[in-house]
Structure formats: C-alpha cells, structure tokens
C-alpha cells in the first residue's frame, strides 16, 4: 500500500511540473496553488484521521481548493488588455500592454531587440 501511495504522489508531482511549463500566469497559479494545497491538504488530513484515506482526502481537497484560489487570485492587468512581456537589452523583464504583432511598436522605444526575421525592430 505504501508503495502505490508512493507512486500516486510521485505522478502528481510530476503532472504539476510539467503544468508548471505553461505560458500562462494563471496556470502557473493553478499549479503552485494546487501543489501548495495538497501538502497542506495531506498534513492536515494525516493529523486528523491518522490514516492514509484521511491523507489522501486531505491531498486532494487541498489541491483543489489550492488550483481554485490560485486561479481566482490571477492579475487581470488593470484594465490594460493583454500585457506582453517584454526582455529589455540588460536581460530584465517587464510587463507591458501588446502594441500590434507580437508588442512591435514605437512607445516602447522599440529596444533594438532581434527577432531573427527582419534584424531587429
């Protein structure tokens, strides 16, 4: 039984990773919220029913409540329609409203960035 309980935890782990791989900030919530929520989840489940059904109970309402709140506390962007994020020359990066195809555009400075395609705009 350990060992099954073992091999369901490892394979979450590793769903949650590889969720963790997406661009969106609000999946990426999801996942932390979710991961966060199921060791609590388990902790708390554990400490009540000092059982494994309790532990894993206590898992899987952990990540669910933990994926819906990390959703459910995503930033819009303030109104600003969608934010691209941008890499300035020193390797920072910033959040910045889309300007036409894929944030080309002058309010930016433009940032001497290359894409590969045109040398740079």
Known sequence: ???????????????MSLAGCETSEQNQRAGTGALIGGGVGALAGQALGHNTKSTVIGAAGGALLGAA???????????????????????????????????????????????GNNGGY
């Not at 099954?4 to 590793?14: D, Y």
């Not at 990390?70 to 390797?91: E, F, K, W």
């Open 1 to 15: 039984m350990s060992f099954r309980l073992t091999a369901i935890a490892v394979s979450a782990l590793l769903a």
């Open 69 to 115: 709140v990390g959703t459910a506390t995503t930033p819009s962007g303030g109104g600003n329609g969608n934010l691209c994020r941008y890499q300035r020359p020193d390797g920072s990066i910033y959040n910045a409203p889309c300007e036409g195809n894929g944030g080309r555009g002058a309010p930016y400075g433009g940032g001497g960035y290359n894409d």
